[in-house]
């Protein structure tokens, strides 16, 4: 069974949608609503709300004061112009520039009506393209207008003509024209009249005439003097172009219609709805509405008519706005399916009344005389006073049924009411939920203080607005709530997409926001369980235990995003590329379409992008798995998946239409259809007959596409252009449309080959048109044609473009770096990157192979073979090497960087040029043969500091195997190398912490010497730096190493006196106990003094001089034998310390206070004797130093 390819499942979704989302026929909608209105109070949900206010301006208002019969005011926003008479003169007034208006005052009659119509074919030049119908009580005259909408609203001009005719004191009270150029009018007597005119007066006719249309036969011999007046006056007249039906409204609300013939040429009363109130009771009382608080025979009134155009509904034509806010839907033919055949403007054959939709029970009673109808939506104008209006609006939801109503203030009192015309908008579902200015809705409202913008707030409009205020304020504004209940989560979701992806907020807070939105209020995928099937479900549960079947409601993420792409791509997808037209052929969808969808399609693709969670396997997080073993849980899982799968789906249907949609656009950029005649017959049918969707969802739309590409590329080929732009323009933005392989491949190799026989600069610029087209089909490559292209190079010695060309093929083949990450990562085992490293790693072999086989003979050029310069061979592989670390590919410097290693070239390695070489010296995991080199990296760079750093680091590392000596020795250079930078204050840490390392690796220095001594070969003290602590606990302590003990002290700046002086006695007793001669004790023992004190004689805390003086004099003096060896005169302690340094000022000192003291021993004879042979000695050597240094002087 074939697998349904992700782009075809997606299809089949989109297409679906699209389907079931397009715009419904009026008569459904109105079916469809459930009576109630929604409405708010809260300000963000207003559907309608004035823009801006546009004053009249200050002449007119001047003029006004002047006035002395009448003044009318009305609106023609064909011509973006608001029409005001005051007496004899007409102002048409340019709304879009306030200050801007046309004058006309060429008669001298009181105007009492205009109107605006398209003229007659033929009668007028062709820069005539309105015609206005200027009625006063004695005549009617025709003014043409010249109005270039290419040229911005500004471009208007009058021109008076000389057709005219007399009125017959009958004051036109409403003027229409149909499309062909017929004038209709509704006289003041309530008759209809119709205004022919010519270019020139006939024989039989005159040049202009007015026909009486409501006329009866003895009426033609009446004189029109008479002047009868209707029983029933027609009041309005309107006219729907599209059907040819003219509708006229009487003075007693009854409705009229009259058929203008297929061909407009005609006029026929065909029905007359009379009693259209008791109808529309019965209507209500059927439906369940009756009784209505509002709907009452004494005041109804239809104040106006509307047309329902074609585009909006096949079954409904005309709405009729009642004074009290009742909308009646009428039909000119009798209900009927669809028929895709039929003709618009057949003969009426029926008049109906199909739907009366009342107003808001809730509300004030309306008094509406003044409405306009404009895609679904009514905006009326609703008497507060006879002074001052409201505007009310009622406006369709297209997709619930629903109704939303809203009103809001206005000044002064309406005359007239319009849509401000968007000229080529199409009427869409999309139109309510998408951001596009086509689609806003606005209306213009003239009353007698000025004009007045009313925006009419679509659903999407009203999402923006609480979006703003959100963002503003940093959380969702209440109001939320209510329009969640107002529509679907789908529908928010389509239209938060729909905001987000639109360029007019294009990296906004209101963006954010609605992608937040999108996230939160869609949900997650349910079940829905259908009970009357069940399956048996053999694992997690009771075997056999009856489970129901599955059915999956996917969230409304995906539901959305469904919808919006259905909106966004409607225009287009079932659109063909190519449309004949009158000079040939033309695009279908114009750039501007393709540019506005392609905008938001990319934004989408980026969302999904940085969105995996959106198209990844489904997080067990999401899961209730309470019920595990349950259909619900397992249910629940694949829901998970089904909406995991489609989203994917729908995510590679974006961008294969991103992919189409550039293609196109670049087709257009190529002018192809100016190619047409060059391309096959079969190319330009495809263009023409299939659609969008085919060009990019079928393998024979992207077969097609690939043609139509290669086409191009032979032809711009053939006319001498450089393809490479083309080629590289067409890879980034379409690859799938375009096959460049046969073509250019063919190029490149073509010049390669020329190359061969070219010598100087255009074999050189041969070689390099040939890389540069390879360069751009790279993708398209294998590593087979790739190797078979390099030894091409190397045939011709262009190693440089070789080695380009491999390097180039790597990168292409792993745009995303994976190979690096999965080098990195410790090259994991069964990983998908595995195969991106094996090709990279095959690129680089091919690169090293080809700079080896310059060590081998080669021709010298004379046709005899001889070896190549040592030298000269170093020296081109040197340049070789340095062309490929010029490319950023960090793994083929880390694997040139290898190769050096591995050959033993650590010293050219350093010599490398290469930003990457730090990171790689210093990469995880760290090997010594590395980190070695690093720190010799960082003394070529002059980096003092940072060699000082990676020296300590390998110093105390315990991940290598190092002796004690080899640690000391980097902890030296270490040292030296942080002592030749500038150090910093940051670094004054390190430079204390790395002088007190080696300080103790000292200490341990004369540990090692001392435990070797003691035979301790083995020991930990060989291999790895200890502390302080760690040498004298295990070491010193241990071993009674006394004078290393007194080192470590002074190392550590010990301050604890007891335990020195404790060594003290340990050392001197050790000499003095030892099995020798009394005067060799004494002399080890003066040596042992006079090296210490010379070392610690500063430190007062490490070399004790009163302790020492004191014991060293009672050992002596209690030790008959060793004083007996030296003399009982001889001062053999004080002749210790002067060697060492002591001074005889600080020896007499200490003598003196241990002769005053008279502590044990010297608190007797014996003792005062002994201290006093010692003071006298001291005295007399200190007087003959005296002498001495007197002498010298």
């Known amino acids: 069974m074939a697998t349904t390819s992700p782009v075809t499942a997606a299809t089949k979704v989109l297409d679906a949608k699209i389907a079931t989302d397009r715009k419904p026929d009026l008569l459904e909608l109105l079916r469809s609503k459930q009576g109630a209105y929604l409405h708010s109070t809260e300000a963000l949900l207003d559907v309608v709300a004035a823009e801006r206010m546009i004053p009249l301006p200050d002449q007119l208002y001047r003029e006004y004061d002047f006035l002395q019969c009448r003044c009318f005011l009305g609106l023609f926003p064909e011509i973006h112009r608001a029409w005001i008479t005051i007496d004899h003169q007409l102002f048409l007034w340019n709304f879009d520039s306030p200050e801007e208006f046309v004058v006309f005052d060429e008669q001298d009659q009181v105007i009492v009506s205009v109107g605006l119509v398209k003229p007659l074919p033929g009668v007028f030049l062709d820069e005539i393209n309105y015609l206005l119908v200027v009625a006063t009580p004695i005549e009617i005259m025709l003014v043409a207008v010249a109005y270039n909408e290419a040229k911005g609203p500004a471009a208007l001009n009058l021109y008076r003509t000389d057709i005219t005719i007399a009125s017959d004191n009958v004051s036109m009270t409403s003027i229409v024209g149909s499309s062909n150029g017929r004038i209709f009018m509704c006289g003041s007597n309530g008759r209809l009249y119709e205004l022919q005119y010519q270019s020139e007066d006939g024989w039989f006719t005159r040049k202009c005439r007015k026909i009486d249309l409501t006329t009866t036969a003895y009426s033609l011999f009446v004189p029109t003097i008479f002047n009868f007046v209707e029983e029933d006056p027609v009041r309005k007249i309107i006219i729907d172009a599209q059907r040819n039906i003219l509708y006229a409204l009487t003075e007693r609300s009854n409705i009229e219609l009259f058929y203008l013939g297929v061909d407009g040429k005609d006029f026929k009363k065909l029905f007359r709805q009379t009693d259209i109130f008791s109808q529309a009771q019965k209507w209500l009382e059927n439906s369940g509405v009756y009784p209505h608080p509002y709907l009452d025979p004494r005041n109804f009134q239809i104040v106006s008519l509307h047309i329902i155009p074609p585009s909006e509904s096949h079954n409904v034509h005309l709405m009729a706005v009642s004074s009290s806010g009742y909308r009646l839907y009428f039909a000119c033919h009798k209900e009927e399916y669809y028929n895709p055949n039929r003709v618009t403007n057949r003969t009426p054959t029926a008049f109906l009344l199909l739907f009366v939709h009342a107003p808001p029970q809730n509300r004030e009673r309306l008094r509406i005389h003044e409405s306009c109808y404009a895609n679904g939506a009514v905006l009326a104008a609703n008497a507060v006073n006879d002074e001052m209006d409201s505007i009310t609006c009622f406006a369709s939801e297209r997709t619930t049924g629903a109704e939303l109503f809203g009103f809001d203030k206005i000044e002064g009192k309406t005359w007239s009411i319009c849509e401000s015309i968007v000229k080529g908008k199409t009427p869409s579902t999309a139109e309510d939920y998408m951001i596009d200015a086509a689609y806003v809705k606005r209306n213009i409202v003239l009353t007698n203080a000025g004009i007045t913008v009313f925006r009419t707030h679509r659903p999407i409009d009203i999402l923006v607005r609480l979006l703003e205020n959100s963002s503003s304020a940093g959380n969702w504004h209440p109001s939320f709530s209510a329009f969640q209940g107002w529509f679907s989560v789908d529908q928010i979701c389509a239209m938060s997409l729909a905001i987000f992806s639109s360029k007019d907020y294009a990296n906004s807070n209101v963006a954010t926001w609605a992608q937040r939105l999108y996230f939160q209020i869609g949900g997650k995928p349910s079940l829905r369980q259908d009970n009357g099937q069940q399956r048996i479900v053999l694992d997690n549960g009771p075997l056999g235990r009856p489970l129901t079947t599955n059915e999956y409601v996917l969230s409304g993420r995906h539901e959305g995003l469904v919808l919006f792409l259905a909106r966004l791509l409607a225009p287009l997808w079932k659109q063909p590329i190519v449309k004949k037209a009158a000079a040939g052929l033309a695009w279908k969808p114009s750039p501007a379409l393709l540019g506005s969808i392609f905008e938001s399609l990319v934004t989408i693709d980026t969302l999904l992008n940085d969105t995996p969670s959106l198209t990844s396997a489904p997080n067990p997080n999401d899961i209730d798995y309470t019920n595990i073993g349950g259909a619900q849980s397992v249910g629940e899982k694949e829901a998970w998946q089904e909406e995991k799968l489609s989203m994917r789906n729908l995510h590679s249907l974006i961008k294969m239409t991103i992919e189409g949609i550039s293609f196109v656009l670049m087709l257009m950029d190529f002018k192809l259809l100016t190619l047409t005649e060059i391309l096959e017959e079969r190319l330009v049918k495809y263009l023409l007959e299939e659609t969008f969707e085919s060009l990019v969802t079928l393998k024979i739309g992207k077969e097609i596409g690939k043609q139509i590409f290669s086409k191009i590329v032979q032809i711009k080929i053939g006319q001498g252009v450089r393809v490479s732009e083309i080629c590289d323009l067409a890879q980034s933005k379409c690859p799938t449309f375009c096959c460049v392989e046969d073509v250019v491949l063919y190029k490149g190799m073509e010049s390669l080959s020329m190359a061969k026989s070219g010598d100087g600069q255009l074999g050189r610029q041969l070689l390099t048109e040939s890389l540069n087209l390879f360069l751009n089909i790279l993708p398209t490559l294998s590593f087979e044609k790739v190797a078979e292209l390099v030894e091409a190079y190397k045939s011709v010695l262009a190693f440089t473009e070789a080695i380009t060309l491999a390097l180039s093929f790597a990168q292409a083949e792993d745009p995303n770096a994976g190979a690096f990450s999965y080098f990195v990562e410790g090259q994991p085992t069964n990983d998908y990157r595995e195969a991106l490293f094996v090709k990279r790693q095959n690129c680089y072999q091919l690169v090293k192979s080809l700079i080896l086989s310059i060590e081998y003979p080669v021709d010298n050029g004379a046709g005899e073979v001889g070896t190549v310069d040592i030298l000269e061979v170093n020296r081109y592989q040197a340049e070789l090497i340095s062309l490929g670390l010029r490319f950023d590919d960090k793994l ?23 930003n990457y070489l730090e990171d790689f010296l210093g990469m995880e995991p760290v090997a010594f043969e590395r980190i070695d080199l690093l720190w010799k990296f960082y003394v070529r760079k002059e980096s003092f500091m940072k060699a000082a750093h990676v020296l300590y680091a390998m110093a105390i590392s315990k991940a290598y195997t190092l002796g004690f000596l080899k640690r000391l020795e980097l902890l030296q250079l270490a040292v030296a190398n942080a002592k030749s930078a500038s150090v910093t204050v940051v670094e004054h840490d390190f430079m204390r912490d790395l002088e007190d390392k080696n300080d103790v690796a000292l200490v341990q220095m ?91 004689l500063s430190d007062d805390h490490i070399f004790p001089l009163v302790f020492l003086c004191t014991y060293l004099e009672t050992a002596l003096f209690q030790n008959p034998s060793l004083s007996g060896s030296i003399g009982p005169f001889d001062s053999w302690v004080i002749r210790v310390m002067r060697s060492v340094g002591v001074t005889f000022n600080k020896l007499f000192e200490i003598y003196y206070e241990m002769f005053e003291a008279r502590s044990s021993p010297w608190n007797t004879s014996a003792g005062e004797q002994y201290l006093a042979a010692r003071l006298g000695s001291l005295i007399g050597q200190w007087s003959e130093a005296v002498e001495v240094s007197l002498m010298e002087r």
């Open 1006 to 1096: 004369e540990v090692v010497n001392a435990v070797s001594r003691l035979g301790l070969q083995n020991d930990v003290v060989f291999d790895s730096l200890l502390s302080i602590s760690e040498l004298y606990t295990h070491y010193a302590k241990q071993y009674n190493l006394y004078e290393i003990s007194l080192l470590i002290f002074y190392t550590a700046e010990h301050r604890e006196g007891n335990l020195v002086s404790q060594t003290w006695v340990k050392l001197i007793k050790e000499v003095l106990e030892a099995e020798n001669e009394p005067s060799e004790k004494l002399l080890v023992l003066e040596e042992k003094m006079k090296s210490l004190g010379a070392r610690y």
């Open 892 to 914: 083929f410097h880390y694997f040139v960087f290898d190769w050096f290693m591995t050959a033993g070239m650590n010293d050219r390695l350093l010599e490398l040029n290469s």
